[in-house]
């Protein structure tokens, strides 16, 4: 079964939804707030993230959110895109790849959407990969694109 946005399956049925489009997400606006709070939990204040004055002087133009903030935001939008109703637990595994080919601008709206590109057993379940990216509002490049793996178990 195929959610209005992402796919609900069971463990079993993860393999009929190889190559399947999942998403996009709703938008989600990226603000100042957000980022000065990742950046007190990460100890990583650099001024393109936590100053908007000085930042406007940058190549920027203005703050932008910490790369790693993207990544960390993969975790509900990965959720919300594939759930596993019979999985009991679920962890992320790690990543193939990963890129920031274009900034996430504070007060940018953006959003979440990928590809399953690769379903495996692994012991007690299944793995999937899944290309995931951060698209922005407006913007010919995503924020973020990654190919993050997924262990759902029994």
């Not at 997400?25 to 990742?38: C, P």
């Not at 080919?101 to 959407?113: D, I, M, N, S």
């Not at 290309?131 to 995503?142: H, N, Q, R, T």
Request: net charge negative; aromatic share 8%.
């Amino acid at each position: 079964m195929t959610g209005s946005r992402g796919v609900v399956t069971t463990l079993s049925d993860l393999p009929a939804h190889l190559g399947r489009q999942i998403g996009p997400t709703e938008w989600r606006r990226m603000t100042q707030q957000r980022v000065d709070e990742f950046a007190d939990v990460t100890e990583d204040h650099n001024y393109i993230h936590v100053d908007p004055e000085r930042a406007k002087d940058s190549p920027f133009g203005g703050t932008i959110a910490h790369g790693y903030l993207g990544v960390a935001l993969l975790a509900p939008i990965s959720q919300e895109l594939l759930q596993v109703t019979d999985s009991v637990t679920s962890v992320n595994y790690g990543m193939d790849r990963l890129r920031f080919p274009a900034p996430l601008p504070v007060g940018a709206e953006f959003r979440g959407a990928g590809e399953i590109v690769e379903v495996d057993e692994v012991g007690g379940g299944m793995q999937v990969k899944v290309a995931l990216s951060l698209e922005v509002k407006d913007s010919p490049k995503p924020a973020l694109v990654a190919e993050c793996l997924f262990r759902y178990y029994a």
